[in-house]
């Protein structure tokens, strides 16, 4: 549905991004990661036709962004960061301005936009001014024009930034509500939303990809390293020494008593290294048994961290 090929823009003598290249097949919601000034609103730009890249090349759905953008932009719904709406007009006013301006052929005015407003959870406030809303309803009022014209492909750029809590988990629904007939992509440097909400991360940092995989297996994939909490009956000493001296060890730190007789211990592995069954081994052999044994992954911020400041 997506293809990003060795895309590159400067400004001036600064490189914004630098050979961006990614794939974003049919139906997927991919977050795009980044702390602030990595370049994620630039490819939104590029990737939207609102920027022309100096190289590279963009495709939506088979065609080309810069020989075809007219084609290729009917595909796309976009949310940049600040919505764009007009205060002074009410929902309807603007959801019906907004279909005219996309110059929507395909869809009946009237049932397509009551449809939407349905799905995004604005019927209740449609004849209201867009300026009288809370920050919540704008937001979704955004939501809500980035589906007119039914685009295959929604671009939403920090679409909970300055919301409540509970705004953040209604507008998550409303984007997963989305995502099950469409591709997102859903650029932003809030890590729960990822977790949250995606099924794939790009993370950029300095304007290059650093890592590209589900959530779940960043830990592995891009930190390498690996590592489990054990809690083992013997002596504490004794089997903390036994531990750090088995290959692939990277370290072990004592986590004290937790049951009678055991002691818990952290262990990291080097990359790329399973040391469970030497770890069964050599434990079975002196008699010491495993009580409990669990992995100690990383979580979305300490991975995001240590991604971007390898680049850095």
Do not use: W
Not at 249 to 260: A, D, N, T, W
Not at 267 to 274: A, I, Q
């Amino acid at each position: 549905m997506i293809n990003v090929s060795g895309l590159t823009k400067s400004y001036g003598k600064n490189r914004g991004i630098d050979d961006i290249t990614f794939t974003i097949p049919e139906g997927e919601i991919v977050g795009f990661l980044g702390p602030n000034g990595a370049g994620k609103t630039t490819t939104m730009n590029i990737l939207t036709g609102y920027l022309a890249a100096d190289t590279g090349s963009v495709e939506i759905a088979g065609i080309d962004m810069l020989k075809q953008p007219n084609d290729a932009k009917k595909h796309i719904g976009y949310l940049p960061e600040q919505p764009p709406l007009y205060q002074a007009m009410t929902v309807e006013e603007y959801l019906n301005f907004v279909f005219e301006l996309k110059g929507v052929k395909s869809q009946e005015r009237e049932p397509h936009i009551n449809s939407i407003c349905e799905i995004i959870g604005i019927t209740d406030v449609y004849k209201r001014v867009i300026g009288h809303l809370s920050k919540g309803y704008r937001q979704r009022v955004g939501l809500a024009q980035a589906l007119i014209g039914d685009p295959d492909i929604l671009v939403l750029d920090e679409p909970t930034v300055g919301l409540d809590p509970r705004q953040i988990v209604e507008i998550r629904n409303v984007i997963k509500k989305m995502g099950k007939k469409r591709t997102i992509i859903l650029s932003t440097h809030i890590l729960p939303e990822v977790s949250a909400v995606c099924e794939r991360v790009l993370v950029i940092s300095n304007g290059v990809i650093v890592a590209d995989d589900k959530p779940e297996n960043l830990s592995g994939s891009a930190i390498g390293e690996r590592s489990m909490i054990v809690r083992i009956a013997g002596p504490s000493g004794i089997v903390r020494e036994l531990l750090q001296n088995l290959e692939g060890v990277k370290s072990v730190k004592s986590l004290g008593k937790i049951e009678p007789d055991s002691s818990d211990f952290l262990m990291e592995s080097n990359k790329g290294v399973d040391i469970r069954k030497p770890m069964f081994g050599a434990l079975a052999k002196e008699g010491y048994q495993i009580l409990m044994l669990r992995p100690q992954n990383d979580s979305l911020e300490d991975i995001f961290l240590k991604l971007t400041e390898e680049v850095n």
